[in-house]
């Protein structure tokens, strides 16, 4: 039977990636025109760094499901439906990260096995970078 340690801090997480998640969607859409200039297809989002906040404050996966949910809200409210579900993917990795790295207590990289655990995770980000063409 699924038993939690600390049901507080579950609620907490939840609520935290609910509106996380609600709030970075409706960024998506409302800052989507901000475009790189002279980039018709490369938008300026400075939304990017409240599910990365979250990951470093709450832990990974709580940053890792804003990304992922935040991502796909942003989508379907901008019509795209799940075409872009990848990206959705993706965001969830890129926000897991960094508080996965927190996690092991990597501030900086200062030896050789800190270094080891990052070289483990660019395959990853490699992979889901890629993704899209895998799965055509």
Known sequence: MFHLQHPGRFVRNLAIIMAG???YGLLNKLLSSWLLP???????????ILP???SLLC???TGGFIGLFGNLFGDLYSGYGFQFWH???TNFLIRFI???VRWFGIGGIKNLNQFALVLMILPVLILT???E????
């Open 21 to 23: 998640s609600l709030v």
């Open 133 to 136: 063409t895998l799965s055509m």
């Open 59 to 61: 832990g990974p996966f």
């Open 129 to 131: 970078r890629n993704i």
């Open 87 to 89: 990206w959705s993917v």
């Open 38 to 48: 002279g980039a018709d297809i490369i938008a300026i989002r400075p939304q990017l």
């Open 52 to 54: 990365i906040a979250a």
């Open 98 to 100: 960094p508080g996965t």
